[in-house]
């Protein structure tokens, strides 16, 4: 059974850091892809950051244009760790943020899509004041 859990999320001001953590067991990080996605209520989850691994390698990485250069996602395969550093938080960076992980190998050149992810973490809430 694939569990994924987040850590790492908090209150913080705007211009601040944070790093989330996401345990996988079950499942190998480095086998397909993970990814990173957040969901305010009243709007559909958005795909934040992926990281791509194809047969176990990774092959890219993708960022959503509006944390692209503040946010890097990287994982741990000793650990089977995904994380996601968030530096210069925005007030808009404010919601719940999941991990995922996929059954199959995808990719994408921008923000993932949460059709390509078939597991799914209980979120972590992030919340930047200004």
């Known amino acids: 059974q694939v569990q994924l859990v987040e850590s790492g999320g908090g209150s913080v001001q705007a211009g601040g850091s944070l790093r989330l953590s996401c345990v996988a067991s079950?499942?190998?990080?480095?086998?397909?892809?993970m990814g990173w996605f957040r969901q305010v209520p009243g709007k559909e989850r958005e795909g934040v950051a992926g990281?791509?691994?194809?047969?176990?390698?990774?092959?890219?990485?993708s960022y959503a244009e509006t944390v692209k250069g503040r946010f890097t996602i990287s994982q741990d395969n000793a650990k089977n760790v995904v994380y996601l550093q968030m530096n210069s938080l925005k007030p808009e960076d404010t919601a719940m943020y999941y991990c995922?992980?996929?059954?199959?190998?995808?990719?994408?050149?921008?923000?993932?899509?949460?059709?390509?992810?078939?597991?799914w973490g209980q979120g972590t809430q992030v919340t930047v004041s200004s």
């Open positions: 079950g499942y190998n990080v480095s086998r397909h892809s």
């Open positions: 990281v791509y691994s194809v047969s176990g390698t990774i092959s890219t990485i």
């Open positions: 995922a992980a996929s059954a199959g190998d995808v990719w994408y050149t921008g923000a993932p899509r949460v059709t390509g992810f078939n597991y």
